[in-house]
Antibody, heavy 119, light 107 residues
Framework: QITLKESGPTLVKPTQTLTLTCTIS??????????VGWIRQSPDKALEWLAD???????QYSPSLRSRLTITRDTSSNQVVLTMTNMDPEDTATYYC???????????WGQGALVTVSS | DIQMTQSPSTLSAFVGDRVTITCRAS??????LAWYQQKPGKAPNLLIS???TLQSGVPSRFSGSASGTEFTLTISSLQPDDFATYYC?????????FGQGTKVEIK
């Protein structure tokens, strides 16, 4: 049974760095074809893909946020970590991590983590 | 970036109606197109991959089709559990992009 769960702060101040952790179970981060992505959903409900890490360890980022994002994995702890620097109130959103395999959409999602950026 | 344009933004329908939602890509995504259903307070749920492949466990009243850069999600007979917001997403090219969503409401 595949599950993912996001964890991290619910409130960050402007200019701070956000660190979110996705703890996975039921699959391996190194299985060929598997990836974990981060997606956020703003209060107006728009979905925005942020980053993805593949089974090989290679990464992809949203070009508009690339300078602020880092995605890493810890295969021994079964975790994928997203860091986003220089947080702004516009980054207030629910952040999701999700599982995917080659050729398919994002088939398993975490419950989401609401992050508010405010002083 | 590939732009995904969904229509309509909101749709009002009766239980039992046939419902169609359209998603148009700004350039070819081949068939690398997914559809999701989202209910309030929940994460999106994958319904269809590769434009027309139904995920395991998804009712057969849902179907997807493609014609060039235009994709369609059809619900053959709307059920009470189907009132939700639906999103398309292309995963042909990075950055992956989503449509703006279609809210299906009870008429």
């Amino acid at each position: 049974q595949i599950t993912l769960k996001e964890s991290g702060p619910t409130l960050v101040k402007p200019t701070q760095t956000l660190t979110l952790t996705c703890t996975i179970s039921g699959f391996s981060l190194t299985t060929h074809g598997v990836g974990v992505g981060w997606i956020r959903q703003s209060p107006d409900k728009a979905l925005e893909w942020l980053a993805d890490i593949h089974w090989s360890g290679s990464t992809q980022y949203s070009p508009s946020l690339r300078s602020r994002l880092t995605i890493t994995r810890d295969t021994s702890s079964n975790q994928v970590v997203l860091t986003m620097t220089n947080m702004d109130p516009e980054d207030t959103a629910t952040y999701y991590c999700a599982h995917r395999v080659i050729g398919a959409g994002l088939d398993y999602w975490g419950q989401g983590a609401l992050v508010t950026v405010s002083s | 970036d590939i732009q995904m344009t969904q229509s309509p933004s909101t749709l009002s329908a009766f239980v039992g109606d046939r419902v169609t939602i359209t998603c148009r890509a700004s350039q070819s995504v081949n068939s690398w197109l997914a559809w999701y259903q989202q209910k309030p307070g929940k994460a999106p749920n994958l319904l269809i991959s590769k434009a027309s492949t139904l995920q395991s466990g998804v009712p057969s009243r849902f179907s997807g089709s493609a014609s060039g850069t235009e994709f369609t999600l059809t619900i053959s007979s709307l059920q009470p559990d189907d009132f939700a917001t639906y999103y398309c997403q292309q995963y042909s090219n990075y950055p992956w992009t989503f449509g703006q969503g279609t809210k299906v409401e009870i008429k």
